[in-house]
């Protein structure tokens, strides 16, 4: 297993847009196999992008999979040069991200998307998700973008992170 360590704010790499992949070679399986390992290790984690383990790639990974908000449920994901090629029904949710570890806040998000890339083989992949799933993979693009939740918050709606014991 090749878990990465997770940047958090204020680190200024969260900050900057990422650079195409271009075409799926060796080290962006590599970089796929470190983001699965470090999202799988990584207590509620439904996603990760390149970014927030310090690669400024536009490579990013999402599984919902038994999560009790998704509806849509693809299974676990790798996306490589993803865009949203639609979007439709913004609604405000709460979220939470590793590189925001102690916070919490509400985000309006599509809830329905389009989202195309390459897969793990090269091949073109267009996602068709919903809810939980879409609100996942616009979260995960806005990190290859240098948007973090902190930049999408509603006006007043950023919260301490409840600690459970």
Known sequence: MATRPV???PDPRLSHPATAVGQVDETALALATDLLDTMRASPACVGLAAPQI???????????TD?????????????????VVSGESPVGG???????PDLTADVVRQTRVVVIGMGIEGQSL???ADGFEARVLLHEL?????????DRASPGRVFPRRTYR
């Open 126 to 128: 267009e996602i068709e």
């Open 94 to 100: 709460r979220e939470g991200c590793m590189s925001v």
């Open 67 to 83: 999560h009790p908000k998704a509806s849509s449920c693809h299974g676990p994901m790798v996306l490589f040069d993803p865009i």
């Open 7 to 9: 940047l958090r704010l």
């Open 54 to 64: 310090g690669v400024s790639l536009r490579a990013m990974v999402a599984d919902v």
């Open 142 to 150: 806005d990190h290859l973008d240098g948007v973090v939740i902190l």
